[in-house]
């Protein structure tokens, strides 16, 4: 029912299905039915999504949003025309851009995985309501997007401070905490979508959740290096 609702993911998924171009139709900007204004949030998700297929070589004429009424029958045939003229000559997805289809897949997995993480980073932009179409292009910028990749957050539990309450893995949406009763917890980072979550939910008296932004993740605890001992159960 409304073009707010054209996740970031959804725009991804389907060039990771192989679609060569994406149009996304909205109501007219400041025409909205409800209250939430979400074209609004639907453009700003559009130009982020342009900025990150040029991060990974893609033209971003590949993703097309317009806003128009439903009773604009000619303008909707007049665009519709235009933009399956131009996928035409654009051929199929990476080709005219000269990416390798396989290194196109594993980029665009990429990025997919991290969808939940660029949405926290970018939550005030996307949420925003640009006034002129001038100011499309400066939204987002192409060293804002380089920093995002290159500042990826990763998120760490300290076994020296986990008590095993097993909150962050009831919370976490990605099922990537490796969890077990009176075990030091684990986040499996291949699964990790770097949502942020356990570093929220971890409770203040522990606080065994760190941010790693600036080196490398340390090693997982060895499975028989986990039991955490009780004080009273000690022999
Ligand atoms: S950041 Fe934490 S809660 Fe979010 S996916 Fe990773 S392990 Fe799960
Ligand atoms: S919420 Fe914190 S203390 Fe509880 S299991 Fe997760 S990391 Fe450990």
């Known amino acids: ?24 139709g909205g109501c007219r900007l400041n025409e909205c039915n409800y209250i939430t204004h979400g074209n609004y949030h639907a453009l700003n998700m559009v130009l982020l999504c ?24 000619i303008v909707f ?6 933009f399956g003229n131009r996928m035409k000559e654009l051929g199929p997805l990476g080709k005219s851009e000269g990416v390798d289809p396989n290194t196109l897949k594993s980029k665009l997995a990429e990025i997919r995985k991290l969808v939940p993480y660029i949405k926290v980073v970018e939550n005030e932009k996307l949420a925003s309501r640009l006034k002129k ?27 020296e401070k986990c008590q095993a309450c097993m909150t962050c893995a009831r919370r976490c949406p ?3 905490v490796i969890s077990a009763k009176n075990q030091i917890h684990v986040i499996d980072q291949d699964k990790c979508i770097k949502c942020g979550t356990c570093f929220e939910v971890c409770p203040p008296k522990m606080r065994a959740v ?8 340390p090693p997982p605890l060895p499975e028989d290096k986990r039991t955490i001992v009780r004080k009273g159960k000690e022999k």
């Open 210 to 217: 760190v941010k790693i932004s600036d080196g490398p993740v």
């Open 174 to 176: 990605a099922e990537a």
């Open 1 to 24: 029912m409304c073009s707010g609702r054209v996740d970031l993911e959804f725009v991804l998924r389907a060039f990771s299905n192989g679609m060569d171009g994406v149009f996304i």
């Open 133 to 159: 179409p001038d100011e499309y292009d400066a939204l987002f910028t192409k060293e804002e997007i380089d920093k995002l990749f290159s500042e990826v957050i990763s998120y760490y539990i300290d076994p």
């Open 77 to 82: 045939a007049e665009v519709m025309s235009a």
């Open 50 to 73: 342009k900025k990150l297929m040029e991060h990974i070589g893609l033209n971003p004429e590949r993703l097309r949003i317009e806003f128009m009424s439903s009773a604009e029958g």
